[in-house]
């Protein structure tokens, strides 16, 4: 500990920290536009049936897998010159990370939301059609239902974004103060020889994901508690 806190004090905190916000704002914008194009996606899947649903399914569990390098590669064609998106003059910008890491993020989300969306019992479903309720009504009771399983998702979406490098250096550059994040940067201060930032950059990543993990749990066990306290209610 003592030895982690000489490192804090031996490195710029302005520095330090702007790399650490840049890192989460990115990352954020991406979950939140990753997740809000995921979850009707997975919400349709999973409830609505139409021809080649299941080819569709399987698309998107293989793009779970998408090399961030190739992605990168991608959106770096769209966002050059002579890209079909060249004109909006984004490429080695923050907005090109978040694009990047959207694309990685995406698929995730979708699909862990879409087993959990599927994985529900149906009779929820059922039940739910008894009472009358609407299509709608029935969809909103059974994502009521997988709403950790679907939490579970965003958090995985969020881990791959964070932890993500290669793409980001692709499209972001790794520009000091304006596109180096917390990944680029142990990457780079790595191959310097500069271990001192790398290091505290890798302890505060690790601390993000185990903040992420015990929210997690708190919130599966806040949820297994309301159901156990409605059932002792019954």
């Not at 909006?88 to 978040?98: D, E």
């Not at 103060?177 to 790595?190: N, P």
Request: with cysteine.
């Amino acid at each position: 500990m003592n030895e982690l806190l000489a490192l804090l004090t031996s490195i710029d905190p302005l520095e330090l920290w702007g790399i650490v916000w840049l890192s989460l704002k990115v990352s954020g914008g991406a979950l939140l536009l990753a997740t809000a194009l995921a979850l009707p996606l997975a919400g349709l899947l999973a409830l609505k049936p139409f021809p080649l649903r299941g080819a569709v399914v399987n698309v998107l569990h293989t793009c779970m897998g998408l090399p961030p390098v190739v992605v990168g590669l991608l959106v770096y064609l769209l966002l050059s010159r002579q890209g079909i998106l060249g004109f909006l003059s984004l490429l080695y910008t923050p907005t090109a990370m978040v694009l990047a890491q959207t694309i990685l993020a995406l698929p995730i989300v979708a699909s862990l939301a879409h087993a959990a969306i599927v994985g529900v019992d149906p009779v929820i479903r059922q039940a739910a059609i008894t009472l009358g309720a609407t299509p709608r009504q029935q969809a909103v009771a059974v994502i009521k239902e997988a709403r950790y399983g679907i939490i579970a998702g965003v958090m995985a979406g969020l881990g791959r974004a964070i932890a993500e490098v290669g793409a980001v250096i692709i499209v972001g550059g790794n520009i000091a103060g304006y596109s180096r994040v917390m990944t680029t940067t142990i990457a780079l201060e790595t191959d310097k020889g500069n271990f001192q930032l790398a290091i505290v950059l890798g302890v505060i990543l690790l601390a993000i994901a185990l903040m992420l993990n015990i929210a997690l749990r708190l919130l599966q066990k806040l949820g297994r508690g309301a159901v156990v306290a409605q059932a002792s209610g019954l």
